[in-house]
């Protein structure tokens, strides 16, 4: 038999009620380990950035520190200058290829921005990092206006020059000399100014001002550099860890053991030496309290007294457990008792329309489908679209990408998971909040890639019924669902590729990569190489080297990126509405 050191001070539980004046632990209670090394640790330990670490490498982290310096600075500015460069190319080259100019590569300029100088600052950041990556980013955007109307006004002149050939001959006047120095000031005012000259389309210009603000809110949180923030030493029990980690409302517990005389260090539970429950009056008061609510069947009074003890006991004691089983105990009565509780006496007051009105209520479909925020958000989004596409065009993208968030809803329920209806964003898209916790690799890939599924069915749809009716509006629709399914792939930030990564090793990114490249060409789809882009910049990902194999989430992806770039291509962007 194992002497834990505490039996003289145990007390009686036959009634199935623990006592609250010695801290019982297991005899083989795991010991703490330091998150940095994974070493056990013994003796006193620290709290860096809420992570527990051993002093060797608290002292290392702190060495370690990143220190500003205008070197530092320097080196920043260098590769935020380089990364808005970057970023500004890519904004020109991707409205000059697709025609388009979509305010969401906003988003991908800040990135770079902010990722660059942080690279380049080795994570030193603060206040003029912030605000250099944020004016840089700025200018990536705005100036990326210049060449694309530069490349439009070409084109208009092109098509002027073709008609005057067809047009009888006239005399010109002579055209005045061009100032140089003077056409470029103004057209960089005119790049500078050209998010808000937007503005002279309300709907088009304010979403783009939005989504701007939000890629300047990306490099501004990059750039705020790491910090670390160091507590301790703490001192830890033979037994576990029994400091709390927050000031609770309570008195404070006093210097001595008031048992063995020992020293208690700041905000313990339990004494390190005689395992003493520093709070064991207020937590036997807890428990009479929790006791005579329940015997007046007060569940919510007693769950709340319960609560409270708990945060008053050592974590990894039995009390702890026993006062956390109780909890859930509770828990489940008091939804019981809720269910219990449906039948109200206005029930019969409304007499045949009872059952209609219970249905209503508690009928979670029809709940699901009365909710105002899903409602409004969905009339939102559609009724700007509305405004800047037109009617048909406008609501049927609407619809399409209603579909896709729809994917991503039905995935989730399949699972046993809860998950909320879609929420729209005019100018960004739609997200479904869902709980991913605890969810493999696996099932967050399936989930991811289940909107684009359904939006290459959307997209599929639109062309059968263009194959049936030969009107341009639905081959418009599907190409460009297409297009903003397609969009979705790419392998960063919170996008669907981006999530569905997290299942695909390293091997299976690479090949991914190749794909897009192969089928980029074979469709003149240029979109599809931002995918392979973002596959090969996930692939270096140390993590990526760690993941097992998955054929099937693998071939899954290709296969998307191949149904939605044919189906992209299909149409030219903008074409008949």
Known sequence: MV????????????????QFATAEFAPNSPTMSCAVCRGPITGAYFQVNGATACPECTRKVQAQAPTDSHAAFARALGFGIAGALAGFALYVIFALVTGLVVGLVSLAVGFVVG???????????????????????????????????????REQRAQMQARELLAPPTLAPPSAPMNIPKVIGVLALVGI?????DLRNPTHGLIGLVILFVGIRFAWRFTAGRTYVVSGPHTPSPAGVILRRMELPIHAAPEPCGRCGASLSPGALACSGCHAMVHARRLEELAASARAHEERKALVAAHSDWQTALELLPPDSSQAAWVSAKLDELFKAMRQEAAKGGSHPWTRKLGPFAPIALLLLKGKFFLSLLKLKFLLSFATFAGIYWALYGAWFGVGLAVLILVHEFGHLIAVKRRGLAADLPMFIPGFGAYV???????????RALVSLAGPLAGALGAVCCALVWLRTQQGLWISLASFSAFVNLMNLIPIWTLDGGQAMVAINRPGRIGIAIAAVLFAAFFSQPLILLVAGGAVYRAFEKISAELPVNHGVTAYF???????GYLSALAPLGATR
């Open 433 to 443: 909040r869902w709980n991913a916790a605890g969810v493999t690799p696996d099932t």
């Open 3 to 18: 002497d834990l050191g505490y039996s003289a001070y145990m007390e009686d539980t036959s009634r199935g009620l623990p």
């Open 193 to 197: 100014a050209s998010p808000f000259l």
């Open 115 to 153: 990722k660059a100088m942080s690279f380049g600052s080795r994570g030193v950041g603060g206040r003029r990092y912030q605000v250099t990556a944020a004016v840089l980013t700025y200018l990536a955007v705005s100036m990326s206006a210049v060449p694309i109307a530069i490349h439009q006004m």
């Open 558 to 564: 290709m296969i998307l990126i191949a149904t939605l």
